[in-house]
T-cell receptor
Framework: NAGVTQTPKFQVLKTGQSMTLQCAQDMNHEYMSWYRQDPGMGLRLIHYSVGAGITDQGEVPNGYNVSRSTTEDFPLRLLSAAPSQTSVYFC???????????FGDGTRLSIL | DQQVKQNSPSLSVQEGRISILNCDYTNSMFDYFLWYKKYPAEGPTFLIS?????DKNEDGRFTVFLNKSAKHLSLHIVPSQPGDSAVYFCAASAGDDKIIFGKGTRLHILP
């Protein structure tokens, strides 16, 4: 059972480039979310989805885009990368919004 | 405004002793609380949770205590082991709303 799989594990981008962080889960969870973790800031919610076709903004959504075409996949798109988006990104899934979440191992992203 | 606060960025505890990690919250609507553990280069893993209808929940070496009047919860680890060295996140939610995380406390277990 793979759980939550995130790719890539590491990525370096130049300012202004775009990219997509991939997230897939095989637990048939309805709820998926993206967080960023910065030093001293904990885990901050970027976007989340309560099911296929339904997404909503979290605490820090600016500069990011998401879509949920299937239950399994929830990609996060950086539209025009900025140095402030240098962070570690975690994808998570669960059976409900207020249920324990399963996290992927993260994508470490550096924007130069 | 921070709704879930972990005021101790780090904590060092001797192996075999009790580790107590604290968490305060401001939102009186929170009714479900969780603790996650995170090792470097890995995602957080769920550790233990507690509903607001309880004041204690125990799972092996881990016990979470909830004091609703003080809006305070704590995680007790007894006895502390080297593998417990990690960052611990407190989290809370209100009803079916999304989970809010604290900033984390780094626990060091000393030999």
């Amino acid at each position: 059972n793979a759980g939550v799989t995130q790719t890539p594990k590491f990525q370096v981008l130049k300012t202004g480039q775009s990219m997509t962080l991939q997230c897939a889960q095989d637990m048939n969870h309805e709820y998926m979310s993206w967080y960023r973790q910065d030093p001293g800031m904990g885990l901050r919610l970027i976007h989340y989805s309560v099911g296929a076709g339904i997404t909503d903004q979290g605490e820090v959504p600016n500069g990011y885009n998401v879509s949920r075409s299937t239950t399994e996949d929830f990609p996060l798109r950086l539209l025009s990368a900025a140095p402030s988006q240098t962070s570690v990104y975690f994808c998570a899934s669960s059976f409900g919004l207020a249920r324990p979440q399963h996290f992927g191992d993260g994508t470490r992203l550096s924007i130069l | 405004d921070q709704q879930v606060k972990q005021n101790s960025p780090s904590l060092s505890v001797q192996e075999g002793r009790i580790s107590i990690l604290n968490c305060d919250y401001t939102n009186s609507m929170f009714d479900y609380f969780l603790w996650y553990k995170k090792y470097p280069a890995e995602g957080p893993t769920f550790l233990i949770s507690i509903s607001s209808i309880k004041d204690k929940n125990e799972d092996g070496r881990f016990t979470v205590f909830l004091n609703k009047s003080a809006k305070h919860l704590s995680l007790h680890i007894v006895p502390s082991q080297p593998g417990d060295s990690a960052v611990y996140f407190c989290a809370a939610s209100a009803g079916d709303d999304k989970i809010i995380f604290g900033k984390g406390t780094r626990l060091h277990i000393l030999p």
